[in-house]
């Protein structure tokens, strides 16, 4: 059974935000869009909101799915909902990444990246701009 995760695609100025994962965890500093795993009971908007608030400190407004994508790793399986979303309050802070940036798509390939993240990466290379 995949684990349920949610991610943000935040753009701003014609880039979007990319976070690197802290050294200690799994897939440690490799690069991926902010978000987590949705708890029981809760919905998919409303972990995308508490993920942002935990890690970055900010508030999000959760808009359409960009993409949906099911990647097995040696140690899970993970159904990844990705939402386009927007900044509503605050700017993000590094509270748990180990670096983050905002990255314009032409320079995603100077990025590792998990490997979940690819198929939507190619979506952005290929020009799935802000939607």
Same mark, same amino acid.
């Given at each position: 059974?995949?684990?349920?995760?949610?991610?943000?695609?935040?753009?701003r100025?014609?880039?979007?935000?990319?976070?690197?994962?802290?050294?200690?965890?799994?897939?440690?500093?490799?690069?991926?869009?902010?978000?987590?795993?949705?708890?029981?009971?809760?919905?998919?908007?409303?972990?995308?909101?508490?993920?942002?608030?935990?890690?970055?400190?900010?508030?999000?407004?959760?808009?359409?799915?960009?993409?949906?994508?099911? !990647?097995?790793?040696?140690?899970?399986?993970? !159904?990844?909902?990705?939402?386009?979303?927007?900044?509503?309050?605050?700017e993000?802070?590094?509270?748990?990444h180990?670096?983050?940036?905002?990255?314009?798509?032409?320079?995603?390939?100077?990025?590792?990246?998990?490997?979940?993240?690819?198929?939507?990466l190619?979506?952005?290379?290929?020009?799935?701009?802000?939607?």
């Open positions: 059974m995949a684990v349920e995760v949610v991610a943000a695609l935040i753009w100025e014609g880039k979007f935000l990319i976070c690197q994962r802290p050294q200690n965890k799994a897939r440690g500093l490799l690069w991926e869009f902010v978000g987590g795993k949705v708890e029981a009971g809760e919905s998919k908007e409303a972990a995308l909101r508490r993920e942002c608030r935990e890690e970055l400190g900010i508030g999000l407004k959760v808009g359409e799915i960009y993409c949906e994508v099911t !990647h097995t790793y040696p140690d899970l399986e993970v !159904h990844l909902t990705l939402f386009s979303a927007a900044i509503e309050e605050g993000p802070q590094l509270l748990e180990n670096d983050m940036r905002w990255i314009a798509p032409s320079e995603i390939d100077a990025f590792a990246f998990c490997p979940a993240d690819e198929v939507i190619e979506r952005l290379k290929r020009g799935g701009q802000e939607g």
